[in-house]
């Protein structure tokens, strides 16, 4: 199976790039979120990201002209009727998420694949809210999607075995290297990494050693390619700690209890390099 046309529900930090992930395969994409500034917002995004790269010389204009060609903002949910591959990639919140597939059902193909991107929710619960969960799974991307391989393919005990084959061989022909995993918290990666950003982040509060000094240590010892804390910039602290509570939910609250210094910079709005400043400080 290859996909024909996608469709990306949420145009923030991942759905955005997973958008532009599709238009990059040459995949057409239509780009969807709560009202039509917020989607233009999102396809702005898309075209600094391209724009930047042409001014370092990693793409030619053209190159970026046709990517965000195949790209279409659509504002409401029936205007993703053409789409066989509808991914979901709204904030990570349960009521949120199950209200939207809900209403989904009514405005997508019957025949097409649904997926949700979220890194700690049940997908299993998720696959109920839809009226077919025989073709619903989790395909959980990594930020940015544009240029990590991963991606880890999540089937319920209600999706069917070909749903999956298809969807990884769908993503296998766009360039991903498909991992599969049992529907369970954090799947593979969220389960280890949140565990070390939230204990690096503990180290800061304690004074044991500074944010560039815990990454230069875990880049040069434990042979990560980035830090715990420039990791945690990048997913959103928002994000982290919201995963780190769902975490603590659904396994064990005192593991998973998010770090003061997650909490504080949550609460003053510090969410990491979307908003300028998180452990580091991304203000030109
Ligand atoms: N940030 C990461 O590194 C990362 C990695 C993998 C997966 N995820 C998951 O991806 C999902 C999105 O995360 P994000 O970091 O992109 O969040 P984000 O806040 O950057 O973007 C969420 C977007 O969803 C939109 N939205 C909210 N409700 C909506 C609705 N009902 N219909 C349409 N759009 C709606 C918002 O307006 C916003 O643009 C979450 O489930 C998250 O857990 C995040």
Do not use: W
Request: hydrophobic share 45%.
């Amino acid at each position: 199976m290859e996909f024909h046309t996608t469709a990306v529900i949420g145009a923030g930090l991942m759905g955005g790039g997973i958008a532009q992930f599709f238009a990059e395969a040459g995949v057409p994409v239509l780009l969807n979120d709560m009202n039509e500034a917020l989607v233009e917002t999102g396809i702005d995004a898309i075209r600094e990201r391209l724009t930047k790269s042409v001014a370092r010389g990693k793409i030619p204009s053209r190159r970026a002209a046709e990517v965000m060609a195949l790209i279409t903002p659509v504002d409401n949910l029936s205007g993703l009727s053409e789409a066989d591959f509808v991914i979901e990639a709204i904030v990570e919140d349960q009521a949120k998420k199950a209200d939207l597939f809900g209403k989904l059902s009514h405005h997508i193909r019957p025949d097409a694949v649904l997926a949700t991107n979220t890194s700690s929710l049940s997908v299993t619960a998720l696959s109920e809210a839809t009226t077919q969960p025989e073709r619903f799974l989790g395909i959980h991307f990594f930020n940015p999607p544009t240029k990590l391989e991963l991606v880890e393919v999540v089937p319920t005990p209600h999706t069917a075995k070909h749903v999956v084959d298809s969807a990884c061989t769908a993503l296998a022909a766009c360039g991903k290297t498909p991992v599969q995993v049992k529907d369970s918290p954090g799947f593979i990666v969220n389960r280890l990494l949140l565990l070390l950003i939230n204990e690096a982040a503990r180290m800061v509060d304690e004074g044991v050693a500074s944010a560039e000094d815990i990454d230069t240590a875990m880049r040069l010892a434990a042979l990560h390619p980035a830090g715990p804390l420039t990791i945690a910039d990048l997913i959103g602290l928002d994000t982290v700690t919201k995963i780190l509570d769902t975490l603590g939910e659904r396994m064990d609250a005192t593991k998973y209890a998010p770090a003061s210094s997650l909490t504080t910079a949550v609460n003053h709005g510090d969410l990491g390099r979307k908003s300028g400043k998180g452990f580091y400080d991304y203000t030109p």
